[in-house]
């Protein structure tokens, strides 16, 4: 008995091509859905204090070119 084919690549690549090869879309925000809630709930301790002390030095460096303005 003759053997069979075991594979072949043809019309693949036109298959593939008909509707072109996209990318995939990139998002903005990863999805957090499946990520271990210790890690979450950290995370988002971070972000707030974190928030809090871009405030502060905001606050600190708006003082800093008053007194210089005056000077």
């Known amino acids: 008995m003759a053997k069979s ?3 072949t690549n043809h019309n693949q690549n036109r298959k593939d091509h008909r509707n ?7 998002h903005r925000f990863m999805s957090m859905k499946g990520v ?3 890690f979450l709930r950290n995370l ?3 972000k707030k ?3 809090r002390n871009k405030r ?3 606050q600190k460096m708006a003082k800093v ?3 210089e303005s005056k000077a």
């Open 49 to 51: 204090h974190n928030k």
């Open 20 to 26: 072109g090869i996209k990318k995939p879309k990139k």
């Open 36 to 38: 271990d809630q210790k």
């Open 5 to 7: 084919k075991n594979h």
């Open 56 to 58: 502060h030095r905001q």
């Open 44 to 46: 988002r301790f971070a």
């Open 65 to 67: 070119e008053a007194v």
